[in-house]
C-alpha cells in the first residue's frame, strides 16, 4: 500500500519530553517533500500547536481537542464539536463527590478552564473537552464506570491518571475522518500513530495503525505495528519503514 497520509499524536509519540527530535524533523521535512500528508492528531487545544505546526512547516489540516475540532491550517477552523453544559455540569458533581483526590481540567473556545477560573455559569462558554485526573486508580475506574453509563460522552485517557471527554461520536478518528475526506484520501491511505487511550480510535480507522514503543497495552493491542519508544525516534521509523518505504 502507497500511504499518502501520516496522523500523528504529540505527547508521548512525536513529542519527547515536550520536544520534536531532530531526527523526527528531518523525516517529517522529507515525507513533505516526497508530497505526503503529515497532519497533528491530538487531545491539545489549538493554541498550544499552532507554533509547532508552523515549526514544522504543516500547512495543513490539524485534529484538535481529540476530534472537537478540526481545523484546516494553523488559522482556519473548519468544524467545531461542543460539550453539553449540562454534561459537563453533571460531570462537576461527579469529581466533587471524591474532594480533592480528583482535579480536573478543561478546554473551552476561550482557553483552558481549572479550578482557579471555574465560568459561572457553566453555559456562558464553550466546552470543548473535559478530563479529570487522579493518582488513585480507583477513583478513575469508578469515575469512568459511572459515566459511561450516560452513554452520552466519548471517554478516552492521554495517559493513565486521568480521563478525557469528549461530545460522543467525536475523537481523533472522526477528525481524521474529517481530515481524509477534505483533502480526498481514502482512510485505508492514511497511517495512525499514537500511545495512549484517545488514540485508539483513529489507529483503528486507518490503513496502518502504529503504536509506540511506550504505548499502553491496549493501545499495542489495537494497532498493526509497533513503533520504537518515542524516545528512540519512533515517528522517524514509521515514516521511512511505511510512509516513504525506505529500506
Known amino acids: 500500500m502507497a500511504y499518502k497520509l ?12 515536550g520536544e520534536v527530535s531532530a531526527e523526527n524533523a528531518k523525516w517529517i521535512e522529507a515525507a513533505l517533500e516526497a508530497g505526503k500528508k503529515v497532519v497533528l492528531s491530538t487531545g491539545r487545544p489549538i493554541h498550544d500547536v499552532r507554533s509547532l505546526a508552523r515549526r514544522l512547516k504543516l500547512n495543513m489540516p490539524l485534529v484538535i481537542n481529540n476530534g472537537s475540532e478540526v481545523w484546516l491550517s494553523p488559522d482556519e477552523l473548519h468544524v467545531r464539536h461542543e460539550l453539553d453544559p449540562e454534561l459537563v455540569a453533571r460531570l462537576f458533581r461527579v469529581i466533587e463527590k471524591y474532594g480533592g ?6 478546554h473551552t473556545t476561550g ?5 482557579q477560573n471555574v465560568p459561572d455559569p457553566l453555559h456562558s462558554v464553550k466546552w470543548l473537552q473535559f478530563a479529570v485526573r487522579s493518582a488513585n486508580p480507583d477513583h478513575l475506574r469508578e469515575i469512568r464506570e459511572e459515566v459511561a453509563g450516560w452513554n452520552r460522552l466519548e471517554i478516552s485517557n492521554s ?17 481524521l475522518k474529517e481530515v481524509c475526506r477534505w483533502l480526498g484520501i481514502s482512510l485505508s491511505e492514511a497511517i495512525a500513530v499514537g500511545d495512549s487511550l484517545n488514540d485508539i480510535p483513529m489507529i483503528r480507522a486507518a490503513g496502518l495503525g502504529v503504536a509506540m514503543g511506550n504505548a ?32
Open 101 to 106: 483526590e480528583v482535579d480536573f481540567w478543561a
Open 159 to 175: 495517559h493513565v491518571t486521568n480521563i478525557e471527554f469528549n461530545p460522543l461520536g467525536v475523537s481523533k478518528a472522526s477528525g
Open 6 to 17: 501520516i496522523a500523528l499524536d504529540l505527547d508521548g509519540t512525536l513529542l519527547y519530553k
Open 216 to 247: 499502553q497495552e491496549p493501545v499495542k493491542r489495537a494497532a498493526d505495528a509497533v513503533a520504537p519508544p518515542c524516545g528512540e525516534d519512533g515517528v522517524a521509523w514509521v515514516i521511512k519503514e511505511y510512509l516513504l518505504s525506505i529500506p
Open 111 to 115: 482557553g483552558k478552564i481549572d479550578a
